[in-house]
């Protein structure tokens, strides 16, 4: 019955905790409070197959077993976790559920203090998934059915003081409003936010509400507050309530105090039988301390309740700030804002649904530490103390109500049985956080279509809260269909399409006349090794108007952490329980992995969202300008250093110490590096701007920004024999029946003439068990295909589809030619014609490659790739080689510390990097194509002894070293399917296709795809001395 939605639930409120006086309301430490008793902990639980099962017998003579709370029960070892991201997990259409209904019974006995005798007391439930049935001593307590806001009983005249209360918590996990919580994640089941008393006065503080905003020019602070009062039946007199402001430093700024019985008593928020009266107090408040991400200054607002049967306190945080949209713009205390911002589900890799306050504040800091400023609750609103975290810290959050029909998508919001429903989650979420400074947008729920019911909900809101404005992406129409996002001009006050083509947010930017601007609120979907064009998008939000930031598609990869026989770690996604209908691993799209380890691509976030740039004065090469790119703060916090690099290696550094730079602002800067250009290479200059002192998400000296920036070099003259002739000194050649031998003192390339491959290079020591071969594959990434989901419609027009037709995965060869060229004057040369193809059609490419070996030990390498007709927009073209096992340690002078492609690879610095073959392995829960390097000068793989090989590009190279082959990660569904091999495996590439987001969102762009027909590209290898 979709019309009820609960039953004797109060009526939703602030987060607001009872204290016995103003001090303890200021120290705001519930857990300190007499008044306060925590639920949370073990209980007894049952589970049964449906609600039928609860017979008497049931409760009071089956076994109990216990769980924890808060906790999911299909978390524990009961049921399981279901993954869908759009279709339900069981066919029955809306309202009705499956007659199979995993009922879990949850019990839990408990003792009231004395002192809450003749008090008024309150049961509060922050939250639990499936249809909620409470009992208090036998006694029918209430019903909820929102997953992700509180439920809250007054439960004065139900509880027994002195001895045991017995509650009894009944779950069904589904329900009508299941429909309303289709959001993309696992399905679990149980209260999974906290349970807990908390006892009031008669009369009592139900409700306040603290507007605290600024004046049109920005200077004067305006706080109203509206302060809701409740009695057991008529209006108690002989009260009064005073509030006191007290600044960020707990100095009192205003106080306040009225009677009941004056004229500010109103009539407003009436609670069913229990009259409520709301209290008005207004004050201009001069020269505030604004609120923003970057400074976020709090105000402590305290309540206090005056009644002749003692005084009652509570408090909140403020926050002065102003939003506005004007002329396209979204602005924040009269400055346009960048949303620098992630989506962020509530996920727990052994909980689940259940997110522990350490969580919360680990995931915080980190997303500050890599310089996130925004936060959208994809798709409900998270636990009061997340709230509480982004005041405190600065993020702007877009509050997003507990509302997702998308099975459904366009049927319910236009059936008039689930109005109520809809206005009711957007109101549970509005009235408990409307206090929050942090919370800049309303967003009334996700890819719920658009209609009548959407429209009420936008009513209530403006109503309630005209002090911000509304987000809602599904009104907008889509831009292919010819709305250009113009539609639902009533229920959103920002234009924030999901996956844009960024062609269409630059032609909406150029054309678009109205005045909402443009906040992605999906975009660069992080499932596996992805984030391509995160630059671009970049680009054009910092360029064009309207355009004010994202957020991207998601934090956190959704994987469920097992243990499996061997006792090895890995994680489960959609599937791995047997549940059906499933869509595997698109649950793991997060930019960190379950347990919080950054993805690479979210240095390539942290980068593009820095606060500054850096660049180079084109009139001079000392001169660099450094521009503050906040909106509210200078540079002070942070102290810079510089170094110059010539060939990647340092020469000449210094520090950077004063960043007063205002926002907005630019300083010129000039370095002391005017005679430092002596030798002949290439030179860069890096920055690198650190954290002066420590703050609550970083320690002092954390990195914040980064940037290099290359420097001409001055003429010098070539260095007498710098360059090797190839008509210099000779090459021994032998020649049987089965090879060709070319040596120079110690150093030989042997060639298999039947196979048409390089089988060894070395000097007495072979390092290569086989030579360079066409490689045009990759273990396909997620955006190429979602490999586990191959028979849908949609990935079938991917372009891993495509390459499956070619074959790519099984590539076989076969030898066209092989010739060794002598002519007079010139270095032999090994030329080898092959042809490749996965599908036997031999004409698909022609591969010819040229091997000269020089005097000086090096062998050159010359390849030319022709691909067939058709054939176009290949994974990448290169050569593989498999290494002989020990040249374990790898050095590489190009972009890294991290994987980087072609389409992210903004952030990652030139450079000489020293690390491992092990340590370039990247575990994405699907393993996929990883640990990639481009515009790579050399490397170099040696042995514990120093002796190994050296790549040299001409004049670059990208490359992938690894234990693991294509094979082994395309035909792995999960890590721990992988075993790595003693080999290395060195890819040497021309050119990747870039990385782009297709797995939700465009594909890769054309300057990032392999779309000629020919190519051609050039290496050497060396053997590298001992401590090269």
């Known amino acids: ?121 309150v049961l509060h439930f922050g939250g639990c998934e499936g249809a909620l049935f409470v009992f208090l001593n036998d006694h029918p307590v209430g019903i909820s059915k929102d997953a992700r806001t509180p439920a809250e009983f007054d439960v004065s ?69 509206k302060v809701a009062l409740g009695f057991p039946g008529e209006r108690a007199q002989n009260c009064e309530v005073e509030i006191q402001l007290c600044d960020p430093q707990n100095i009192i700024v205003i106080t306040d105090t009225q009677k009941i019985g004056s004229d500010s008593l109103t009539d407003e928020w009436l609670a069913p039988a229990a009259p409520s009266n709301v209290l008005m107090f207004e004050h201009s408040i001069p020269s505030p301390l604004p609120w923003s991400a970057e400074d976020p200054n709090l105000y402590t607002l ?72 925004a936060i959208r609750t994809s798709h409900y609103p998270k636990d009061p103390y997340f709230y509480d975290l982004c005041d405190q810290l600065g993020f702007y959050v877009v509050d997003e109500a507990n509302l997702e029909t998308h099975a459904f998508y366009q049927d319910l919001c236009h059936d008039t049985r689930y109005t109520n429903a809809f206005l009711e989650r957007n109101q549970a979420m509005v009235e408990r956080d409307k206090n929050h400074p942090c919370i800049i947008l309303w967003s009334l729920g996700n890819e719920s279509g658009y209609g009548p019911n959407h429209d009420a909900v936008a009513g209530y809101i403006r109503g309630r809260d005209p002090s911000r404005p509304l987000h809602y992406e599904s009104a907008l129409g889509n831009y292919w269909e010819g709305a250009e996002w113009q539609g639902g001009q009533r229920v959103t006050d920002v234009v924030c399409p999901m996956y844009p083509q960024i062609e269409n947010i630059i032609s909406w930017s150029q054309n678009d006349k109205g005045n909402r601007p443009m906040i992605l609120c999906e975009y660069s979907h992080c ?22 930031g994202g957020f991207l598609w998601e934090w956190i990869d959704h994987g469920i952490l097992h243990t499996g026989k061997d006792g090895k770690y890995y994680y489960l996604y959609g599937g791995d329980f047997g549940d059906l209908p499933n869509d595997a691993n698109f649950c793991t799209d997060g930019i960190v992995w379950p347990d919080r380890t950054p993805h690479p691509a979210l240095y390539e976030f942290k980068y593009l969202a820095q606060p500054l740039k850096v660049s180079r004065l084109a009139s001079s090469a000392e001169r660099f300008r450094i521009t503050n790119k906040q909106d509210f703060t200078s540079l002070a916090w942070l102290c810079g250093r510089w170094e ?55 320690p002092a000296g954390h990195v914040v920004a980064w940037e290099q920036l290359p420097l001409s070099r001055l003429p010098v003259k070539a260095k007498p024999g710098g360059k090797q002739s190839q008509k210099a000194g000779k090459i021994d050649i032998r020649q049987t029946n089965q090879h060709i031998l070319l040596s120079t003192g110690p150093i030989h390339a042997m060639f298999d003439l039947m196979e048409g491959e390089l089988t060894e290079f070395g000097a007495g020591v072979n390092f290569i068990m086989h030579g360079p071969r066409l490689n045009v594959w990759r273990a396909a990434t997620d955006n190429d295909g979602i490999k586990l989901l191959k028979d849908r419609l949609i990935e079938s027009m991917k372009v891993l589809s495509f390459w499956d037709a070619l074959g790519l995965p099984a590539l076989r060869y076969r030898l066209k030619s092989f010739r060794l060229v002598e002519q007079p004057g010139s270095l032999p040369k090994v030329v080898i014609k092959q042809l490749a193809s996965g599908r036997d059609q031999w004409e698909d490419f022609t591969f010819t490659q040229s091997y000269t070996l020089l005097t000086s030990g090096k062998l050159v390498v010359s390849c030319v790739l022709i691909a067939g007709p058709g054939i176009i927009d290949l994974p990448r073209v290169g050569v593989s080689l498999c290494l002989q096992p020990g040249l374990e340690n790898l050095t590489w002078y190009g972009r890294g510390p991290y994987e980087n492609y072609p389409d992210r690879k903004s952030s990652a610095m030139l450079g000489i990097y020293h690390s491992t073959v092990s340590e370039q392995y990247v575990p994405y829960i699907m393993p996929q194509e990883h640990g990639h390097k481009t515009d790579t000068r050399w490397l170099l793989l040696n042995d514990a002894d120093g002796q190994g090989i050296k790549i040299v590009g001409h004049p670059t190279l990208e490359f992938n070293a690894s234990h693991l082959t294509d094979h082994d990660l395309y035909s792995a569904h999960h890590t721990v399917d992988l075993q790595p091999n003693p080999e290395i495996y060195l890819n040497i590439d021309a050119a990747m296709r870039g990385l782009g987001t297709a797995s939700c969102g465009p594909d890769t762009l054309d300057q990032y795809r392999l779309l000629k027909p020919r190519y051609s590209f050039s290496f050497s290898m060396e053997i590298s001395p001992r401590n090269f």
């Open 302 to 373: 305290l309540i206090i309740l005056r009644s002749p049967g003692g005084e009652e306190s509570t408090s909140c945080k403020v926050g002065f700030r102003k939003i506005e949209i004007r002329e396209r713009m979204l602005l924040l205390n009269g400055n346009r804002i960048m949303i620098k911002g992630v989506n962020y589900h509530d996920h727990d890799e052994s909980t689940g649904k259940a997110i522990s306050r350490e969580l919360f504040e680990k995931d915080l800091h980190l997303m500050k530490q890599f310089n996130i400023n």
């Open 527 to 548: 499932m596996g090794n992805s984030n391509g064009s995160l630059s671009d998008y970049w680009a054009a939000f910092e360029k064009y108007p309207g355009m004010q």
């Open 157 to 225: 005249s139900l509880v027994k003081h002195g001895e045991p209360n017995e509650l009894l918590a009944i779950v069904t996990q589904w329900s009508d409003a299941s429909f309303l919580e289709d959001q993309d994640h696992w399905w679990q089941a149980g209260p999974q936010r906290e349970i807990f008393l908390y006892s009031t006065g008669l009369p009592f503080i139900q409700d306040v509400f603290a507007l605290s905003d600024l004046t049109d020019n920005h200077q004067g602070g305006l706080l109203h507050v």
């Open 1 to 121: 019955m979709p019309q009820l939605t609960g039953f004797n639930k109060l009526p939703p409120r602030a987060t607001l905790y009872p204290y016995p006086n103003s001090d303890a309301a200021l120290q705001a430490d519930r857990n300190a409070s007499p008044w306060f008793l925590s639920l949370n902990g073990t209980w007894d639980f049952q589970l049964h197959s449906c609600p039928e099962e609860l017979t008497n017998s049931a409760l009071h003579e089956a076994d109990w077993t216990p769980i924890e709370v808060p906790g999911n029960w299909t978390m524990q070892g009961h049921g399981y976790p279901h993954y869908t991201n759009v279709v339900m997990p069981f066919p029955n259409l809306p309202p009705e559920v499956p007659d199979e209904n995993p009922t879990g019974i949850y019990r839990k006995t408990f003792s009231l203090p004395a002192t809450w005798q003749d008090r008024r007391i």
């Open 644 to 698: 110059l690099t010539c060939d990647g290696e340092g020469i000449l550094s210094g520090e950077i110490t004063d960043l007063n730079i205002a926002p907005h602002h630019s300083k010129i800067i000039e370095l002391p590096i005017r005679n430092s250009f002596e030798r002949d290479g290439e030179y860069f200059i890096n920055f690198i701007f650190s954290q002066r002192n420590a703050t609550a998400w970083a």
